[in-house]
């Protein structure tokens, strides 16, 4: 039982490059959510899903795109990385909303 | 949107030394999480407690709901529990989390 994983652990871009961030979870969870963190603070909410096939807007949501396609992933799209996006990316998910989340290891990205 | 306040936003201890730390928030919650964010990033869940007391080890925590604020304590401290230590609660029913800005605990040997 792997709980939350993410993909890939690093990544530096170039401004206006792309690239999706992975997100799979093995505990059946219906949530699933995208944070970024920034230096000195806490997590901000990006985007979130509550059923395969559904996305929603969070908090901070501009130059981010997201898909759930099958239940247990979520991806995390930037379609022309700006620096602005230089951040640790946290994915979250769980069971339904008012329970508890589990976050994976998170992703450091770089956009230079 | 509902607002997350922690103190002290810093905090330095002695190892052996008790803290306590609190997380205040301005509207009724039904999901509130407290965190560790060790030196390497990595958040770990500590508690899922929207209300009441629980207790795990060295580290409890109380939450009283209808006064909107929640107390995490740590006894003993040692220098493993060195970190950021985040709040934080559900708005709305989407489950959304909003995170508080922390506190950061330092335990000196």
């Known amino acids: 039982n792997a709980g939350v994983t993410q993909t890939p652990k690093f990544r530096v871009l170039k401004t206006g490059q792309s690239m999706t961030l992975l997100c799979a979870q093995d505990?059946?969870?219906?949530?699933m959510y995208w944070y970024r963190q920034d230096p000195g603070m806490g997590l901000r909410l990006i985007h979130y899903?509550?059923?395969?096939?559904?996305?929603a807007k969070g908090e901070v949501p501009d130059g981010y795109n997201v898909s759930r396609l099958k239940k247990q992933n979520f991806l995390l799209g930037l379609e022309s990385a700006a620096p602005s996006q230089t951040s640790v990316y946290f994915c979250?998910?769980?069971?339904?909303?008012?329970?508890?989340?589990?976050f994976g290891p998170g992703t450091r990205l770089t956009v230079t | 949107g509902i607002q997350v306040e922690q103190s002290p936003p810093d905090l330095i201890l002695q190892e052996g030394a008790n803290s306590t730390l609190r997380c205040n928030f301005s509207d009724s919650v039904n999901n509130l999480q407290w965190f560790h964010q060790n030196p390497w990033g990595q958040l770990i869940n500590l508690f899922y407690?929207?209300?009441g007391t629980k207790q795990n080890g060295r580290l409890s925590a109380t939450t009283v709901a209808t006064e909107r604020y929640s107390l995490l304590y740590i006894s003993s401290s040692q220098t493993t529990d060195s970190g950021v230590y985040f709040c934080?609660?559900?708005?709305?029913?989407?489950?959304?989390?909003?995170f508080g800005k922390g506190t950061k605990l330092s335990v000196k040997p």
């Open positions: 979250a998910s769980s069971y339904w909303d008012g329970y508890e989340q589990y």
């Open positions: 934080a609660v559900e708005e709305g029913s989407q489950g959304n989390l909003i």
């Open positions: 407690i929207p209300s």
């Open positions: 505990m059946n969870h219906e949530y």
């Open positions: 899903s509550v059923g395969e096939g559904t996305t």
